[in-house]
């Protein structure tokens, strides 16, 4: 007995000593998890970037045609004429920073206003379209009974914008992963944009008239004549517009991160979505990807 004894205390005595010279995994035991960042604070930082616009003009010429038209027969025809398409202008920037992060566990949320300068990407089109028929039957306007009126439209046009800078003020919502932040964000967007726009127009009118007659033996004999084609001087005309330092709204949308590299320092990346409302019947949206680095005070 006192032989068995001895032999359970000696194996147990060589088991925790080989048992301590295991690997953690072995044991049992994992290594800690790194401690979470604190990202609670204020910060600030800088950042440059790269967008790409597309800028919507198919309707920007809209308002001068019916400027030229206005109030004649060929409102409404020429009102719906589309003569430009799109750009897609592309450049970089840089810009600035500054927010605030309230942090609970793992859960950061947080607001920012964000400043980019977009060394003024520039989008232009210039097109043209006809000469479109528009033909009238008599009793039109101030067409004769007797009378058909057909129009010939020409309009040829250019138009321009230009993103200067753009500001943006965000919530933020993020999940902190160690030196990892992964973020959403969304927000007022306000743009600073220039539009040009000039459109001409040339505008023809040819008369196709019926008369009806009775000859000497009391018939009627109706003849047709077909005008000459002239110039309509009041619609054929060059009119231009121009805005300039536009401050037009817009709303925000993006995904970023951000790394804590060394103290409080950290890193950023992210992508962004801007659209703003619609300025002299152009639209625009922007999309950006921006590297940045910060300091949490």
Request: aromatic content about 10%.
């Amino acid at each position: 007995m006192r032989r068995l004894l001895l032999a359970m205390v000696m194996f147990g005595t060589a088991a925790g000593a080989q048992a301590a010279d295991m690997p953690d995994f072995l044991r049992g035991s994992l290594p800690a998890s790194a401690p979470t960042r604190n990202w609670e604070g204020w910060y600030a930082g800088g950042q440059v970037d790269y967008s790409s616009a597309n800028m919507n003009m198919t309707q920007t010429l809209n308002g001068l045609s019916e400027t030229i038209y206005r109030d004649s027969i060929l409102e409404g025809p020429a009102s719906q004429l589309e003569t430009l398409g799109g750009a897609n202008p592309q450049g970089t920037g840089f810009g600035a920073f500054v927010g605030r992060n309230w942090q609970w566990d793992d859960i950061v949320l947080g607001v920012e206003a964000n400043y980019n300068y977009l060394n003024n990407i520039t989008g232009s089109s210039t097109s043209s379209i006809g000469p479109l028929l528009f033909s009238f039957p008599g009793g039109s306007q101030n067409i004769p009974a007797n009378d058909i009126a057909t129009f010939g439209v020409k309009l040829a046009g250019t138009a321009q914008a230009v993103i200067k800078d753009e500001i943006t003020f965000r919530g933020r919502a993020g999940w902190a992963i160690g030196d990892f932040l992964p973020y959403a964000f969304g927000g007022l967007a306000v743009g600073r944009i220039d539009v040009a726009r000039s459109v001409t127009s040339t505008t023809t009118r040819q008369d196709t008239i019926t008369n009806t007659t009775l000859n000497a033996l009391g018939l009627p004999v109706t003849t047709t004549t077909i005008g000459p084609t002239v110039l309509v001087p009041s619609q054929s005309l060059t009119v231009s517009q121009e805005r300039t330092n536009n401050f037009v709204i817009g709303w925000t949308g993006g995904l970023g991160f951000e790394y804590a590299v060394w103290n409080n320092v950290f890193l950023r990346g992210e992508w962004e979505y801007l659209k703003f409302a619609s300025v002299m019947n152009t639209s625009i949206t922007v999309n950006s990807v921006r590297a940045g680095l910060g300091y949490k005070f």
